[in-house]
């Protein structure tokens, strides 16, 4: 799998304004205002981890910023799982690896530089893919879908987290067409606050994208 091992602290953000289709993703610069205390308390990210997450699991939590998270996720996986923190911004992932180093939790991290485009993991190598207030800044959630759509293990759930001031509940709908499309069951709609949630179990047989 192309992850990362934790690598220095650097502040090496890249400009992501220059890409194409990324004019929107939020700045590294401005993680803390996703990263504290009262955020993570406002969305019960704790209680949200626990419903998700099991011990042992591969967990990819995709556009993680500063992965506000980790350590409910990393708790929940317990010592023999894997959470594999992927972002498009370096500088967003340096934060992550700086706070796994801090909590003593790194050995259960993996890092993943994503291009804009493609996230670029091996397909079925995660049990839970979450993507928290993210899919939006991807310039085609469709085909972020149908990646994720492989990504997860047959038998394994993808979950897509929107923010309810910035998505429109008919882009979800559109989501829940795409996942259609490359054959994820869509299983229930999450109660997360502030978001609109939706989940999709692949099926266990193998789901043909096309
Ligand atoms: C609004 S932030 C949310 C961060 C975190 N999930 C949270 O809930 O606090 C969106 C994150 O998604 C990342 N992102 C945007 N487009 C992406 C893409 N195509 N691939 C991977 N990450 C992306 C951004 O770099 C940013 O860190």
Redesign the pocket.
Known sequence: MATQELPNESDVVIN?KNKPG?EH????KH?FF??NPL?RWLMRQRAFAKQFVREGMTVL?????????LFDLARAVGPTGHIIC????QG?LDRVAAKARRKRISSRVRLHR??????GLEPDCVDLA?????VH???SPEA?VHEMATTVRPGGVLLI?E?KHHVKPQLLEAYENYARDCGLRMEQRPRVRFSWSLMFRRPAERANCS
């Open positions: 992501v990324n993703v939020y700045p590294a993680a996703l990263d955020r939590d995709v556009g993680c910023g500063s992965a506000p998270l992927a972002d498009l911004q967003m994503c291009e804009s485009t493609k996230v979450i993507a928290f207030w993210m800044e991807t310039p972020f987290v923010p």
